[in-house]
């Protein structure tokens, strides 16, 4: 049975998801939630038993796609509780196909963690954007179809460029003489022989491509649309784990330029396009009037601090990982309690929010431990990633990119803090029509402790396949 | 054999012109089929190894590359805007020097790569590149929303062409794999070009400007 794991793991949410086409509301409501569980159920299996993939020329369990696939699976599961509550208050049209994109959307991206082969990786990252685009046109407005239509276009216009550049590598490995598969694991240990001009040109079509899906600036302009107009349970799904997805196909082409000693010209790259974001989430983050915009850029914030870790390398690619593990926690987290208070005020606009403390308590405690533990406050685990890119920054002698990094940091932290007090304390006119059920309440609250469960007490698994991921770049203590 | 596929790729290489001069779609649609049908036929010129399997796989191609996308393009838009202007940005006058100046800057730089696998074939490189960038300038410099879907196509043929032409490792089901995706996104963008058409009444993206900072 453990021979066809891998398979099962991406074939069943596949299957449930066709089938949530075409039963009632209820049952699919229901699916979504026995997916999830089910899903996450053999990711812990996986996990635990490692087992090699049927079709192993296609597909391998690797470290960096385990953290992935778990956290994936804990997001969906917990989402998926939430979504069922959502979908009672909020009237959506056409329910069955977003109950059934979100299930192919957790298939595809259960298969790019598994995806060992280049080729594949690229499929399963383009299947992730066909399957999101139906959660985004949900409401059927004017503004849904124009960030639809973006996403769409941008995103397969540049997932096109990570193709050149993925038959780049090709070119590469032939120029070379290298005769292995065209995988991951493979290509790292002949990356040596491999065409070095060819191996950097793709690796820039690559980051390029996978760069405008994770929402690195400039090809970051979908990605706030996109976010905003999806309901809020697909953009947690989109912020908290679809933009992991595309970082671990960048991830693990950076794996083979490390292995072909070219790491420090993919690194660099990596550092610039993650500043860039960093600094144009700084800049527009200040004068944001919407909430859900606000926490998209906040994601690309994020997003450029994990590219830019992983540039660093060392220590900082260590301090990357557990960001982006502690940004899809807690970020996902932001985004449902988001969704609460769209229920509540009827508004996607911050001054037609406040008194979140008095109005809505309990989605308030959830949606200010978000804040915190997103702006990097202490305990949480964002606090500690970014002090050990930092302290590689220095150690790296990197000294402009870390002071751009902090001041931009710093800039971010005041523009989001000023936004949240707003919607928290602020004055508001009106009362609000919502109930805080608890179904609508605790996924964001287990979410937000198992976050902080992880800076206290790692368990040795995770910190250790954490380490045998970033040990293939070149990081770790 | 060489001179045919060097023909059939000049041919392609006008194509691209005309498509930048042209202010139909229809006309537009036509181009990129007959591109499609030139990309899916060029493994049978360049001499490799055609196993039954590669065959199949060509037809397969050819059948969608060259017939079904533009067919379902096509047919897609019949009711919404079909033979309206595909409004420009850049003027045709400006596109059609801006083609020019592509094609004889593709074909200057492209010996400079030195690539083993294509010296047989003078035009594959410089076709492939100018596929490529002709598709990103119809993206940026055209309004209608079909004229970007069909420019999307056009950069996905030239990436294509570059695939089957210089890597031999061709492994069937992958590619067909990504095919599958290609052809999974035109329908998505097809839908979605429906429905701009019927929330706006037009496909100009200039409509669509409402989500901006």
């Known amino acids: 049975m453990w021979g066809f794991m891998v398979e099962i793991v991406i074939l069943l949410p596949f299957a449930m998801g066709l089938l949530a086409f075409f039963v009632p509301q209820s049952i699919g409501r229901m699916l979504l939630i026995i997916t999830g569980a089910a899903h996450l159920a053999l990711s812990v299996g996986i996990w635990i038993r490692r087992p090699a993939a049927f079709l192993d020329t296609y597909f391998a369990v690797t470290a960096e796609g385990l953290l992935s696939l778990l956290v994936i699976s804990l997001l969906f599961f917990?989402?998926?509780?939430?979504?069922?509550?959502?979908?009672?208050?909020?009237?959506?049209?056409?329910?069955?196909?977003?109950?059934?994109?979100?299930?192919?959307?957790?298939?595809?991206?259960?298969?790019?963690?598994?995806?060992?082969?280049?080729?594949?990786?690229?499929?399963?990252?383009?299947?992730?954007?066909?399957?999101?685009?139906?959660?985004?046109?949900?409401?059927?407005?004017?503004?849904?179809?124009?960030?639809?239509?973006?996403?769409?276009?941008?995103?397969?216009?540049?997932?096109?460029?990570?193709?050149?550049?993925?038959?780049?590598?090709?070119?590469?490995?032939?120029?070379?003489?290298?005769?292995?598969?065209?995988?991951?694991?493979?290509?790292?240990?002949?990356?040596q022989r491999m065409d070095p001009l060819w191996l950097k040109t793709g690796f820039v079509f690559i980051l390029v491509g996978y760069g405008t899906k994770m929402?690195?600036?400039?090809?970051?302009?979908?990605?706030?649309?996109?976010?905003?107009?999806?309901?809020?349970?697909?953009?947690?799904?989109?912020?908290?784990?679809?933009?992991?997805?595309?970082?671990?196909?960048?991830?693990?082409?950076?794996?083979?330029?490390?292995?072909?000693?070219?790491?420090?010209?993919?690194?660099?790259?990596?550092?610039?396009?993650?500043l860039a974001s960093i600094i144009a989430a700084a800049t527009f983050i200040l004068k944001q009037t919407e909430y859900k915009r606000l926490l998209a850029y906040s994601s690309i914030e994020n997003m450029g601090i994990i590219a830019f870790g992983t540039g660093v390398g060392g220590l900082g690619a260590y301090g990357a990982v557990l960001c982006l593990v502690h940004h899809s926690?807690?970020?996902?987290?932001?985004?449902?309690?988001?969704?609460?208070?769209?229920?509540?005020?009827?508004?996607?606009?911050?001054?037609?929010?406040?008194?979140?403390?008095?109005?809505?308590?309990?989605?308030?405690?959830?949606?200010?431990?978000?804040?915190?533990?997103?702006?990097?406050?202490?305990?949480?685990?964002?606090?500690?990633?970014?002090v050990f890119i930092i302290i590689a920054a220095f150690r790296a002698h990197h000294y402009v990119g870390v002071v751009l990094f902090i001041m931009s940091?710093?800039?971010?932290?005041?523009?989001?803090?000023?936004?949240?007090?707003?919607?928290?304390?602020?004055?508001?006119?009106?009362?609000?029509?919502?109930?805080?059920?608890?179904?609508?309440?605790?996924?964001?609250?287990?979410?937000?402790?198992?976050?902080?469960?992880?800076?206290?007490?790692?368990?040795?698994?995770?910190?250790?396949?954490?380490?045998?991921?970033?040990?293939?770049?070149?990081?770790?203590? | 054999m060489i001179q045919s596929l060097d023909t059939i790729l000049v041919l392609v290489l006008l194509s691209v012109l005309f498509s930048f001069g042209s202010s139909r779609l229809p006309a537009l649609i036509k181009v990129l089929a007959f591109q499609g049908v030139v990309v899916s036929i060029v493994p049978f010129f360049i001499g490799h190894e055609l196993t039954t399997g590669g065959i199949a796989f060509t037809i397969v191609t050819l059948l969608i590359r060259g017939f079904g996308i533009p067919l379902y393009i096509y047919l897609a838009i019949k009711k919404v805007a079909i033979g309206r202007e595909v409004?420009?940005?850049?003027?045709?006058?400006?596109?059609?020097?801006?083609?020019?100046?592509?094609?004889?800057?593709?074909?200057?730089?492209?010996?400079?790569?030195?690539?083993?696998?294509?010296?047989?074939?003078?035009?594959?490189l410089p076709t492939a590149i100018v596929?490529?960038?002709?598709?990103?300038?119809?993206?940026?410099?055209?309004r209608n929303a079909i004229a970007m879907v069909l420019g999307y196509i056009m950069m996905e043929n030239g990436i294509y062409l570059i695939g089957?032409?210089?890597?031999?490792?061709?492994?069937?089901?992958?590619?067909f794999g990504i095919l599958l995706d290609v052809l999974a996104g035109v329908m998505i963008m097809a839908i979605v070009l429906q429905n701009?058409?019927?929330?706006?009444?037009?496909?100009?993206?200039?409509?669509?400007?409402?989500?901006?900072?």
């Open chain 1, 78 to 191: 917990l989402i998926a509780i939430y979504t069922r509550g959502y979908l009672k208050e909020q009237q959506i049209p056409s329910e069955p196909v977003f109950t059934g994109s979100m299930l192919l959307f957790l298939a595809t991206m259960t298969m790019v963690t598994l995806a060992d082969h280049i080729m594949v990786m690229w499929i399963a990252i383009e299947a992730t954007t066909l399957a999101s685009a139906p959660l985004i046109y949900t409401y059927r407005s004017a503004a849904s179809i124009e960030a639809t239509w973006k996403y769409v276009l941008i995103c397969s216009v540049g997932i096109a460029l990570a193709l050149l550049g993925s038959v780049l590598l090709a070119l590469s490995m032939d120029l070379g003489g290298v005769d292995v598969p065209m995988s991951f694991s493979a290509l790292a240990g002949a990356a």
């Open chain 1, 215 to 274: 929402g690195l600036a400039p090809m970051h302009t979908w990605l706030p649309d996109a976010h905003s107009e999806a309901p809020s349970p697909a953009s947690a799904l989109l912020s908290g784990v679809l933009l992991n997805c595309a970082y671990l196909g960048i991830f693990k082409t950076h794996k083979i330029m490390h292995a072909a000693g070219l790491g420090d010209f993919s690194g660099t790259i990596l550092i610039v396009f993650g």
């Open chain 1, 329 to 386: 926690l807690i970020k996902s987290s932001l985004f449902l309690s988001s969704g609460n208070i769209l229920l509540g005020y009827a508004d996607r606009f911050i001054v037609g929010t406040g008194r979140l403390a008095k109005l809505m308590p309990r989605t308030f405690v959830a949606f200010f431990g978000g804040f915190a533990g997103i702006s990097g406050f202490p305990p949480f685990g964002i606090f500690f990633g970014e």
């Open chain 1, 409 to 477: 940091i710093c800039v971010i932290f005041a523009g989001f803090a000023n936004h949240v007090m707003r919607i928290s304390f602020g004055a508001s006119g009106g009362s609000v029509q919502f109930q805080e059920k608890a179904a609508m309440v605790w996924p964001q609250y287990a979410l937000l402790l198992t976050s902080l469960a992880l800076c206290f007490w790692m368990p040795d698994t995770v910190s250790q396949t954490i380490m045998n991921a970033v040990q293939t770049i070149g990081g770790g203590f």
């Open chain 2, 87 to 124: 409004e420009p940005i850049v003027g045709y006058h400006a596109s059609l020097l801006a083609g020019l100046a592509l094609i004889v800057g593709a074909i200057f730089v492209s010996p400079k790569f030195n690539l083993p696998l294509v010296q047989d074939h003078a035009l594959l």
């Open chain 2, 131 to 142: 596929l490529i960038v002709a598709g990103m300038f119809l993206l940026m410099a055209r």
């Open chain 2, 164 to 175: 089957t032409s210089f890597s031999v490792r061709a492994q069937h089901i992958v590619e």
């Open chain 2, 196 to 213: 701009i058409k019927k929330t706006f009444d037009d496909v100009d993206t200039a409509l669509l400007r409402t989500l901006k900072e």
